[in-house]
């Protein structure tokens, strides 16, 4: 969206906003009032507006099931498989291509190795200017490799963006 202050003096301020896709008549048009948080699991979305805005988002997102952790099936080498954030949704995790169901053990192991990934891109994100180096940013991008649709491959992605942005205004 975009403000414009009045250009003299008993104007009315003026608001505009723009869509990035077209809407259709009556659609709801809803407003995210996460900032980093936005692409996280369901479960840490609603955490952060819990502690920073007291309450409960029930939007299409939050209501639908959540497919911000998906990971490259080992089966068909093709298809997703989506962590849920409860045991019972572990269970129950089948691949969108070959509908293979996986095993509870290997979502355990994926789960395991989403858990060191985070771990170390938090590491990275704590410390940007020490550890941003290509070595370090080179190791996180393989880490990604089983991660098809996932919201740390986007922040891996971020980070490595940020690194060049500002190697190129430090000129180095």
Not at 63 to 91: K, N, P, W, Y
Not at 130 to 148: C, N, V
Request: net charge positive.
């Amino acid at each position: 969206w975009h403000f414009s202050p009045p250009t003299h003096p008993g104007a009315a301020p003026r608001f505009e906003l723009r869509a990035a896709r077209d809407i259709s008549v009556g659609e709801e048009l809803t407003h995210s009032y996460l900032h980093r948080e936005r692409w996280r699991p369901r479960e840490e979305r609603q955490a952060a507006l819990r502690s920073s805005k007291w309450m409960r988002c029930c939007c299409k997102r939050c209501a639908e099931a959540d497919c911000c952790r998906g990971f490259l099936c080992l089966s068909c080498s093709g298809g997703t498989v989506f962590l849920q954030g409860t045991e019972v949704s572990l269970r129950a995790a089948t691949c969108l291509n070959c509908k293979a169901q996986v095993p509870l053990a290997t979502l355990e192991a994926l789960e395991a190795e989403e858990k060191e990934l985070r771990r170390r891109v938090d590491d990275v994100d704590g410390d940007f200017g020490r550890l941003a180096t290509d070595e370090t940013m080179g190791q996180l991008l393989l880490r990604t490799r089983k991660l098809t649709q996932h919201w740390l491959k986007a922040r891996v992605f971020g980070l490595l963006y940020e690194m060049y942005k500002a190697r190129l205004e430090w000129g180095s």
